[in-house]
């Protein structure tokens, strides 16, 4: 990537979860690479002091504010606050997922509310904007558990299939507008804090049959999804639309046809 130019430099994009693991490597990426970065997250210090972090890294402009994503009103005001601010969007990330692998029905709930219309309400929000920027792209945050099924089989893996279809949905239905709208499934994904660190620590005998899976032998770093998302959000890809891009080490064996 230091050799190509992802001519993010002036856009304006929001990360939702943008605080910690996946979230805030793509919101340092993005930041790094010269775009304005908004995120939002539960926690309001954590919001704060990132924000404070990212506008550091490139000069760009950084804001956030704690958003439960869940809350569609909450979100759609955001949204709206931030491209008031600074004059429009141009690339929004659907990062934030309630991670509940449970049967039970809060899980469910959990899940459609968080993952499903958590990136309904980001994108509905966002799209009087997106329609007007010159390089507008919706990127989600799929998983591999969209794709095959495993021990998220359930509330998890649904709906992160429901976002790979909703995302391809919109891909046909806003290219005449110039909108691009791509997912990125990541594969295990280890961060200190992140629920394979707590896996490791408090299931042993999952986590050593979840490495065991990946041919690399290992999980993936945050910043190697973080590429993957700049990437495919950027103007360098402007001809990539409707793709789920897997970022898995080549831990899922179903071809992707």
């Known amino acids: 990537m230091a050799n190509m130019d992802l001519q993010l430099k002036g856009l304006k994009a929001i990360v939702t979860g943008g605080t910690k693991g996946i979230g805030l490597a793509i919101a340092q990426t993005l930041a790094k690479e010269g775009a304005d970065v908004a995120i939002c997250a539960r926690d309001e210090a954590s919001v704060k002091s990132t924000a404070t972090s990212l506008a550091g890294l490139s000069g760009a402009r950084a804001t956030g504010a704690a958003v439960d994503v869940s ?9 709206e606050s931030v491209a008031a601010e600074w004059g429009g969007l141009d690339i929004v990330v659907a990062n934030v997922s309630a991670l509940a692998i449970g049967n039970d029905i809060e899980s469910w709930r959990k899940e459609f509310e968080t993952d499903l219309l958590g990136t309904v309400n980001l994108v509905d929000a966002a799209m009087p904007y997106l329609e007007a920027s010159e390089a507008a792209s919706i990127v989600a945050i799929s998983s591999v558990s969209a794709r095959e099924i495993d021990f998220a089989a359930g509330p998890y893996g649904v709906f992160k299939a429901a976002l790979v279809h909703y995302v391809q949905g919109l891909a046909n239905q806003l290219a005449s507008k110039g909108i691009r709208a791509n997912t990125v499934s990541p594969g295990n994904v280890y961060f200190e ?5 707590w896996i490791e620590h408090n299931d042993a005998a ?3 049959r979840a490495l065991a899976l990946n041919p690399t032998g290992r999980m993936a770093k945050p910043q190697e999804i973080a590429n993957a998302v700049a990437f495919i959000a950027s103007p360098a890809a402007s001809f990539v639309s409707g793709a789920n891009f897997v970022v898995d080490g080549a831990l899922t064996r179903g071809v992707q046809l």
């Not at 809350?71 to 949204?79: D, F, H, I, R, Y």
């Open 71 to 79: 809350n569609g009103k909450t979100l759609k005001s955001w949204v």
């Open 193 to 197: 804090g992140g629920v394979w660190d």
């Open 206 to 208: 999952l986590f050593e």
